[in-house]
């Protein structure tokens, strides 16, 4: 199976603080309510097409890649870190009320993109009418029993990133890294490939493909996960939250489903977890995340 991504209605660059830039891509239903949607450390927001196409019909989709991410051009200085990125989402929510104009507008966000959003949220304001924050890898405070797991968990992170391949001969030999690996082989059949040519550009300085995202970058956002104290609770949001998680009792799954559940639960959130799926659940089982999606936005009297 290959996906085909469709051409969006319109593109908008954002300018940034630091003179960085990012795209926005406006697709589906321009008469809907609004959703911006983009995604996790190292990887791109087309990756997840197999989650969002299922909004298209009923939603005024915005979707994006963060800085050095994507579709976007890397930068020098990176200023990778959340504090940064916090910043950038709301240069983004603005341009987007702006370019498209005023209307409802929820969040759908992965990982790294949760995280920030939550940071953004609790540190800069609430703009939306709901959140969907999918496996955010938040660390508990130390002394809470999963803060050890979740340490050791960023620490092999970082190091893997440190120490990943940036250059590729071909996106096939990408691709084949993910159908190999542990942690990706459970995707949907095509999004393998997908991933690959979202993550990859034309080498700038020779011949191939390098990662949009480089790799001191992507370890740096793991290091500072343990750095962020973002344990919030649920009611210290400006509105509704939810919080979907990888599968806490499937074996050999991530920290991050644990997390989550303890988050879930001690901060009164309406948590989710998707059976079966691991911190990449959106495109391990998109329409079982569809669903809870648009059920939760249903009770939200949102779209």
């Not at 020098?76 to 409802?104: C, I, T, W």
């Not at 999004?191 to 970058?217: F, T």
Request: proline share 7%; charged share 20%.
């Amino acid at each position: 199976m290959s996906f085909d991504l469709p051409n969006p209605a319109a593109t908008v660059e954002v300018a940034l603080d630091d003179g960085a830039r990012i795209k926005l891509r406006r697709h589906g239903n321009s008469a809907g309510q609004r959703l911006l949607l983009a995604h996790g450390n190292g990887f791109a927001v087309n990756g997840y097409y197999p989650y969002w196409r299922h909004l298209l019909s009923k939603f005024d989709l915005v979707i994006f890649d963060f800085r050095n991410h994507g579709e976007n051009v890397p930068v020098e200085p990176a200023n990778h870190h959340y504090g940064q990125l916090a910043r950038d989402l709301e240069r983004v929510v603005q341009a987007a009320r702006s370019e498209f104009g005023e209307k409802p507008t929820a969040g759908v966000f992965h990982s790294m993109s949760a995280r920030t959003a939550m940071k953004h949220a609790l540190e800069i304001g609430w703009r939306w009418e709901a959140l969907v924050l999918f496996d955010p890898p938040n660390v508990p405070p130390p002394g809470h029993p999963a803060y050890e797991m979740m340490r050791i968990f960023e620490d092999k992170l970082t190091e893997w990133a440190r120490g990943r391949r940036r250059q590729f001969a071909s996106v096939d030999e990408l691709t084949q890294e993910y159908l190999q690996s542990r942690a990706t082989r459970n995707w949907v059949p095509g999004v393998h490939a997908l991933m690959a040519r979202a993550v990859l550009r034309k080498n700038p300085s020779g011949d191939g493909y390098v990662l949009v995202c480089a790799p001191e970058n992507e370890a740096a956002i793991y290091a500072q996960a343990l750095t962020l104290n973002l344990w919030p609770r649920a009611n210290e949001f400006a509105g509704p939250v939810k919080l979907i998680g990888a599968d806490p009792h499937m074996k050999g799954g991530p920290a991050t489903a644990l997390v989550n559940q303890a988050l879930g639960r001690e901060g009164g959130y309406d948590y989710d977890f998707v059976p079966g799926t691991g911190h990449l659940l959106q495109i391990e089982k998109p329409e079982e995340c569809v669903r809870i999606t648009l059920d939760f936005f249903e009770r939200c009297q949102f779209g």
